[in-house]
């Protein structure tokens, strides 16, 4: 398994340009999340799915919007990038059970460095 | 909402012992502890459930109390692998998936 991959890993954008970062995980989890790492601080939740089709709100989600049309990805969009939007991206998944237990470890992706100048 | 971890920071020698401390001001339903090196992306290190027991992981142990909402992370016998940042996440009694992540502690282990 890849587990949960990401891409791109870096990335410049301008301000007021768009762009989807993209979340792929091989594992048929359920449970995918979104978020951001500002330097020095810890993770906030943008977004989440609890399976395809359904998505809901986390911590900050303005000037972001998710899809999740397949268990397998979960693709995060920005519209009109902002500087308060430069930060490291990180997705997860987890599965709903593991060995017919309810399973609560989320698994990270590497990332995406994303700076908006 | 956050969780407040304390210390800030540790900077331990081989050996020594640390404790990482997690407190919310509203009722817990879980405490989440993850590792994140330099660079990298936080791996999972234990969950600790309401009424459930104390967990371990490697020499790493954490209690949860309910009453007080919160919980503490102890390292004993530090390596040099326990580097890192340690966040605590918090799943608030009706939360669901909404984890919510402290601002974590950062932990140098020095030879």
């Known amino acids: 398994n890849a587990g949960v991959t990401q891409t791109p890993k870096f990335r410049i954008l301008k301000i007021g340009q768009s762009m989807t970062l993209q979340c792929a995980q091989d594992?048929?989890?359920?449970?995918m999340y979104w978020y951001r790492q500002d330097p020095g601080m810890g993770l906030k939740l943008i977004y989440y799915?609890?399976?395809?089709?359904?998505?809901d709100k986390g911590e900050v989600p303005n000037g972001y919007n998710v899809s999740r049309s397949t268990t397998e990805y979960f693709p995060l969009r920005l519209e009109l990038a902002a500087p308060s939007q430069t930060s490291v991206y990180f997705c997860?998944?987890?599965?709903?059970?593991?060995?017919?237990?309810?399973?609560?470890?989320?698994?990270f992706g590497p990332g995406t460095r994303l700076t908006v100048t | 909402q956050q969780p407040v971890q304390s210390p800030q920071a540790v900077i331990l020698r081989e050996g020594e012992d640390a404790v990482i401390n997690c407190s919310s001001s509203?009722?817990?339903?879980?405490v989440h502890w993850y590792r994140q090196k330099h660079g990298e992306a936080p791996v999972f290190l234990m969950i600790?459930?309401?009424?459930?027991e104390q967990k371990g992981h490697e020499k790493i142990s954490a209690s949860f109390n309910e009453k007080k909402q919160q919980s503490s992370l102890y390292l004993t016998a530090s390596q040099l692998s326990y580097s890192g940042t340690y966040f605590c996440?918090?799943?608030?009694?009706?939360?669901?998936?909404?984890?919510?992540f402290g601002a974590g502690t950062r932990l140098a282990v020095h030879p």
């Open positions: 997860a998944s987890r599965p709903t059970s593991t060995s017919g237990r309810v399973s609560y470890e989320q698994y």
């Open positions: 594992m048929n989890h359920n449970y």
């Open positions: 799915s609890v399976g395809a089709g359904i998505t």
């Open positions: 509203k009722a817990l339903y879980s």
């Open positions: 600790l459930l309401k009424g459930g």
């Open positions: 996440g918090t799943l608030l009694s009706g939360g669901y998936n909404k984890l919510i």
